[in-house]
C-alpha cells in the first residue's frame, strides 16, 4: 500500500517535499513464514515488523533497506516495493566447533567493553509493547513510547545497578485489559525499571555450562552455543551468543530457559514458571561509533492453580523493548515512576499518534482484541484509556 503526501516549503525559492509512505509484510522467501523484527530503514527513518511480518515506513528519501539477522540485506526504492517484501537466508556454514572455556568468552567481551559501549549517561527514544495472554487468549495489551534517560548502556564491575539509573518520560500511552480474572487473579506486570535493567543482563552462563564456539566460515562472526546440565530436580538454559569477531562485541542473545520443580498436586494452589524465552539484539551507531540495543522481546510462561480451583490456568506475557533513537544527550525529567507496575500506571491516549505511528503495528491478533473489548463486556473489570 503505497502513498506519497506533497508539501511546499517556502525558503528562497520553492522546494518540494514528499513523504513516502508503504505499508507491506516481510516474509521468508522459502518457509513463506512472517518474519518479526526486520528493520526497514534509511538514512534517515527506521521502523521495524511486528510478529505478522507487518511494517509500515514513512521517509522523504525514496531508499529503502531491509534487514533481519540469518537473511541477505535486501536494498530498493519505494516505486520498487510490493505489498509482500521476500528475505532470503544467508547460508551461514560453520567451522569444525571447538569446546571453549566460558571465562575465556567473558574475558574477550569485558576486554573490549570500554571500546563497544558507551559507560557514560545518555538518552533513548523507545518504544515498549507488553501482552498477556490467559490459556492461549490475549487480555491484556499496553504500548508506551517515550524516551529514557539512562546511567549506562551496560554494566561492568565497577558499575552498580541503583533504582535512579533509569529516568523515563512517557510521551504516549494506549492501555486496554482485563484487570482480574474469573478467578479474582491480578497478574502483574514488570516495571519501567524491571524492563531496562532486564536488559543489560547478558550473562547467561555460569562456570559449569559446556560451550562450544562456532566460527562463521563467510565472516568474522562466532556463534557461542550454551546449555546446562539437564536435571529433572533443576531448572536449565540453552542458547547462543553471536560475536563480531573483529571486536568481540555481542551481536545478538538468545536463551530458553525451562523450569522444574515440585508441582505439588497435593496442595490447593501454587504458582510456578514453566519456561522463558529472551532474544535480545544490538546494532552500531556509526556516529558514536559504539553499540546499542536495538530491540528485546522476552516471553514468559505461567502455571498457576488458583485456590478452590480443578484446573490450572496458564498464562504467558510477552514483552517487547525497542530503542528508536539512540545516544542523545537529553536530560529528563520523569513524569511516571519507574518502580510502579506499568499496568497501573495512567497517562491519557492520543488518538492522532496512535492511528499515524508506525514504529510498531498491531498485529491482527490485536487488532480484533480491540474491537472484541470495544464490545465493553461487562463480564470482567477493564483498564481502558482508549475512550
Not at 524492563?195 to 568474522?220: H, W
Request: with cysteine; proline share 2%.
Amino acid at each position: 500500500m503505497k502513498t506519497r503526501l506533497c508539501n511546499f516549503i517556502f525558503f528562497t525559492t520553492f522546494l518540494t517535499f514528499c513523504q513516502n509512505n508503504h505499508e507491506a509484510v516481510v516474509i521468508d522467501s522459502l518457509s513463506k513464514e512472517p518474519i518479526e523484527f526486520a528493520s526497514i530503514f534509511n538514512t534517515r527513518h527506521h521502523t521495524m515488523s511486528n510478529a505478522d511480518g507487518r511494517f509500515s515506513f514513512s521517509s522523504d528519501l525514496d531508499s529503502v533497506i531491509f534487514y533481519h539477522t540469518g537473511y541477505k540485506k535486501k536494498t530498493t526504492t519505494f516505486n520498487e516495493l510490493a505489498d509482500t517484501i521476500y528475505l532470503h537466508k544467508r547460508v551461514l556454514e560453520l567451522d569444525e566447533v571447538v569446546v571453549t572455556n566460558a571465562k575465556t568468552i567473558y574475558q574477550k567481551i569485558k576486554d573490549s567493553i570500554l571500546t563497544n559501549y558507551l559507560l557514560e549517561p545518555h538518552s533513548e527514544t523507545f518504544f515498549i509493547r507488553t501482552i498477556l495472554r490467559r490459556n492461549d487468549t490475549l487480555v491484556r495489551l499496553q504500548d508506551i513510547q517515550g524516551k529514557v534517560h539512562r546511567k549506562t548502556a551496560v554494566y561492568t564491575g565497577d558499575l552498580e545497578l541503583k533504582k535512579d539509573d533509569f529516568s523515563v518520560r512517557i510521551n504516549h500511552m494506549r492501555q486496554l485489559g482485563v484487570i482480574k480474572d474469573q478467578n479474582n487473579i491480578y497478574f502483574k506486570f514488570p516495571s519501567l525499571y524491571s524492563i531496562y535493567s532486564e536488559s543489560v543482563r547478558l550473562n547467561a552462563m555460569g562456570p559449569d555450562f559446556e560451550v562450544i564456539e562456532k566460527p562463521f566460515q563467510s565472516n568474522t562472526n562466532i556463534q557461542v552455543d550454551f546449555s546446562s546440565d539437564k536435571n529433572d530436580d533443576t531448572s536449565f538454559s540453552e542458547g547462543y551468543y553471536i560475536i563480531n569477531g573483529n571486536d568481540n562485541a555481542i551481536l545478538s542473545f538468545h536463551v530458553n530457559t525451562h523450569f522444574s520443580y515440585n508441582r505439588k498436586k497435593n496442595t490447593d494452589e501454587y504458582s510456578s514458571p514453566l519456561k522463558a524465552n529472551a532474544v535480545i539484539s544490538f546494532s552500531k551507531n556509526e556516529r558514536k561509533d559504539k553499540y546499542f540495543m536495538n530491540y528485546a522481546k522476552r516471553t514468559i510462561t505461567i502455571e498457576v492453580k488458583p485456590k478452590g480451583a480443578t484446573d490450572t490456568t496458564m498464562y504467558e506475557i510477552g514483552i517487547i523493548l525497542h530503542t528508536t533513537s539512540s545516544f542523545g544527550n537529553e536530560k529528563l525529567k520523569s513524569n511516571v515512576s519507574e518502580q510502579k507496575d506499568i499496568f497501573k500506571l495512567k497517562f491519557p491516549y492520543n488518538k492522532d499518534y496512535w492511528e499515524s505511528q508506525n514504529e510498531l503495528l498491531l498485529t491482527q491478533e490485536m487488532q480484533d482484541f480491540i474491537k472484541r473489548m470495544g464490545s465493553r463486556n461487562k463480564e470482567f473489570k477493564i483498564r481502558n484509556n482508549l475512550d
